[in-house]
């Protein structure tokens, strides 16, 4: 068949410049997108150009030039059928020099399009949503040339932009779901922070709402493209040299890409191109993007889709920086109830939303034990992680429910499944009235073990926890929490200010105040603790190792801290000990403190209880050489499996790969907890695991007797142990690690089920 091009191919310019006039003129939205079809029609030299748009779920023929005029408004294509509802289902563009040829054709005869042999359509894109379909016809067999499409295209960008002025499409009717069977519309993931919530999206870095589309000033337009560019790789170099904290979540491989693609001419180029044919800045960059997007998803490689998520962030760091609209979600204010939505965020910055109208995160990356996991479970905060392709599914304020109980988040739900969500909701607020009612039980084991519980804690109000929850105490007080959320670094006053606020709110109950774990996936923007770029930041210049080296630092949290508890109980924890002479060191800056403030006559407390985090492994080999001096160790399982396996703890892709209840971990803690006992040094568990009641099962059995776990898993974690024997649950560990299966987790699961353990 021969292939016939028809005159010179129309430029995009040509078509925008038409457009340009058509938008400014006083006519209605009709009349306009009648003179539309015909401009481009006519500067495509095509026989008919047509608009459909999406009304009430269907593809409706709104205009066209060359199709019988009687088929306006009475054509109409469900989503997905036909040619048009291919274009608009798969936001894809076609260009067929033989329309009957493609296995989606399909002939509507009130159109009269029989005649019509080449067919190209583009679709017309709202926030990342197919709206409507642009499309030509043409009676001879002729394919578009590619700057044909790219006219179409660019022409589509500004049709989005008129069709929303004009109000021509229900925007909110977008948000019905498409699908009406809900399993489309559930997500899965991993399970972070257990928990139901339903609210509605918000992007943690919001995408830019593109206002204008038809550019005034081109050169204008140009300039202003080129300084968001060089702003965007200033911003990309910063980060790279930030990178050994983790520059607030993102790694080494996505911070590599990033300056990859922000240095990439031909990106640059394109969009340059575009806003050559007319468009503003803004609708450049995205008409480059929408373009990219369809021809990535044409290709099924997923290593090009993890690049195609860097490419998506920085096109959209490039549309904030151009439109001045730089700050996260948390800068401009949650208005209500919200769904966060994020690739993934550091621990600062969860810190900054508002924690009443912040009901849920999702994320596409996330692991366990990660700090930001921890805050989130602090806060109470449900939070599901590892959600593939979250962003691109999701649309800004789609209603959301996430169940992380059952590691799912429905978008766009239908009413059944929110009915279904709404009595699971009103099961979960039934069995914590259940776990209330345990607040002033103790948690005594069946045979009358008096277990003890702490909660973790590290933010002001969760102090408040200790009697909403009845817990015995503070296991852990991560004070880095502190010094997470202030701009600046915190003055001794302020800490001293703080805990002593701390102390009194805890009143009787005992709290471990931890010097600051900072480093690692902890960075403080406003200082640096190591002057080199680190490759394992999880195993360098961190907590302790930094305190120590910058032992101003830690002089001023330890008078802080002997001040704030003058005529108090205090106990002071150090995280990441390795060696002994790292907790001696540390113990002598607090000796010299109270010694100094003995000399000045002040108040001291009344007693002052000295321990070591027992996170790294090496720790375990010296702790005879500690004794009589080390008053009690509590063992961090998070930092500790991640040394123990070789698998760093914030990696998305470990972060299922081990088990705590594998034979490596049991077998460590029980020698641990063994050689403790022997040497008359106190121990506890404060990691994650003891808040997971099969875990914290398995770490009684080890003989472990006193858990630090987040607040939220008090409840359950005092129901396990009131319906545990723990004599029994000893025996049935004491013989699994004598010989121990492949799936100890299963194996204790089960045996809990037969004795009736509350698991949940
Ligand atoms: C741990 O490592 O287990 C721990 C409790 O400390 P963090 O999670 O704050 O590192
Ligand atoms: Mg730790």
Redesign the pocket.
Known sequence: MATNQVSSPATARDILSGLRAIMASPSNAQAKLNKVVETIGEAVSSEVCSIYLLREGVLELFATLGLNQEAVHVTKLAFGEGLTGYIAKNAETLNLDEAASHPDFQYRPETGEEKFHSFAGVPIIRNRQAVGVLCAQHIDPRKYSNEEIEAFETAAMVLAELIANAGLIDEHSLDEPIVRDDSANRLNGLQLVKGKARGHAVFHQPRVKIEHTVAEDVEAERHRVYSAFDKMREQIDQMASLAEFGAGGEHEEVLQTYKMFAYDEGWSRRINESIDSGLTAEAAIERVQQHTRMRMRQIDDPLLAERMHDLEDLANRLLRIVSGQMGTAASMGIKKDTILIARNLGPAELLEYDRRRLKGVVLEEGSL?A?VT?IARAMGIPMLGQVKNIRQIVRDDDLLLLNVDEKAVFVRPTAPTQQAFDTQFELSAKKRAVYAELRDKEPYTKDGQRITINI?AGLRDDVSLLNLTGADGVG?F?T?FQFLVAATMPTRDAQQRFYRDVLEHAGDKPIIF?TV?IG?D?PLPYFKASEVKEENPAMGWR?TRVGLERDGLMKVQARALVEAAAGKKLNVMF??IAEPWEFDEAKAIFDKQIEYQKSKGKQLPIAVRFGA?L?VPALAECLDMLAGRLDFI?????????FLFAAD?SNPKLAERFDWLSPAILRFLKRVSEKADELGIEFSV????GGRPLDALALLSLGIEKL?ITPASVGSIKAMVRSTDLGEAKKFMEKSLLNPNRDIRGELSKWAEIQKIDLE
């Open positions: 034990t700090h921890i973790n852990l991560r880095e931890r774990d690692g902890k907590a995280p990441l985090m996170e509590s063992i961090g399982t998070n930092d500790l499996t991640q703890r404060c990691g994650e695991m630090s």
